[in-house]
């Protein structure tokens, strides 16, 4: 049984879980995903691991609220539990021997970010975080970031938290400061990584980012997930979650992402209808 120990809504539109899942727990990493059934009729859905307490047998899972299969599962309470919650997959991000590493995360992505710049403070790196939102609305993992992070840099489009700008702006600013890094992680939207990784190439600053493509089974068989990175076709589910950032074909990865947009909305105003029949 996969109980929900715990819900809390982060922001309108974002909620963390805490699952109770001992067999995942023992082997999760950061940069590892599952994926998740809400109930037995429902379609299986990747979402990167957030946290996870070894001693507790607990694996957090923070998703947004965009489509039927977030809204289902945003519906479900404390105490109730999960039909699947297959993991870990994929391949942890890689943080050993790295002394000195800037983690940019944008929007929900930093929820992802977070247990990789945690993973790099525990193990003595120098983790310099930047992570931007839209607003001050849609903040999340504020302190946690805090308290992980040798020094954080806040951005927002609107500059009601933190600076006014792009986490572009803010990572270059630090580069040009003098801030060697031996590695630049970036996750959240593809067009934030892809221009991460044009100020990067331009210093020649190894950049990891995290690619989060449409996936059906997460093993390598159905091939939804297939990225280009250096010219070669490579899944996301097996291969990845992380890839070289200067290597990855952004442009066909947005193209791609963009194809079900009309299916996903209709999928969330079927899920709405079905909601609402059943709190009536």
């Known amino acids: 049984m996969f109980t929900i120990v715990r819900k809390e809504r ?40 957030a946290d996870y307490d070894r001693e507790a047998g607990t694996v957090t899972i923070i998703y947004q609220i965009v489509g039927g299969s977030t809204m289902e599962l945003d519906a479900m309470r404390e105490g109730e539990d999960l039909c699947d919650f297959v993991g870990p997959l994929g391949v942890a991000t890689h943080t050993e021997g ?18 990789v710049t945690k993973k790099l403070h525990e193990q003595g790196a120098e983790v310099h975080a930047v992570v931007g939102f839209r607003n001050q609305d849609l903040v999340i993992l ?20 933190g600076e006014k700008g792009l986490v572009t ?7 040009q400061e003098g801030n060697a890094y031996d590695e630049v992680i970036a ?35 159905c091939g939804g997930c297939r990225l280009t990175v250096g010219g070669e076709t490579k899944f996301a589910c097996v291969d990845g979650p992380d890839f070289d950032g ?23 105003e079927a899920s709405c209808n079905l909601l609402r029949k059943e709190a009536d």
């Open 142 to 161: 504020e302190k946690e970031f805090e308290a992980a992070s040798s020094r954080v840099v806040k951005m927002s489009d609107d500059g009601s938290w």
């Open 246 to 268: 200067h290597l990855v074909d952004f442009d066909e990865a947005m193209k791609r992402g963009s194809m079900y947009r009309d299916f996903e909305q209709h999928a969330r």
């Open 187 to 221: 996750i959240g939207p593809l067009v934030m990584m892809k221009f991460v990784c044009a100020v990067t190439k331009k210093y020649g600053i190894k950049t990891v980012v995290s690619m989060n493509p449409i996936m059906i089974d997460g093993t390598g068989m």
């Open 98 to 115: 790295l002394r000195k590493v800037a983690v940019v995360g944008g929007g929900v992505g930093c929820a992802i970010a977070y247990p």
């Open 10 to 49: 982060l922001n309108p539109t974002v909620t963390k879980m805490v699952i109770r899942a001992p067999f995942v727990a023992r082997k999760a990493e950061p940069g590892q995903f599952i994926i998740f059934r809400a109930h037995e009729d429902s379609e299986r859905v990747p979402l990167t691991i």
């Open 169 to 175: 702006a803010a990572l270059e600013k630090l580069i």
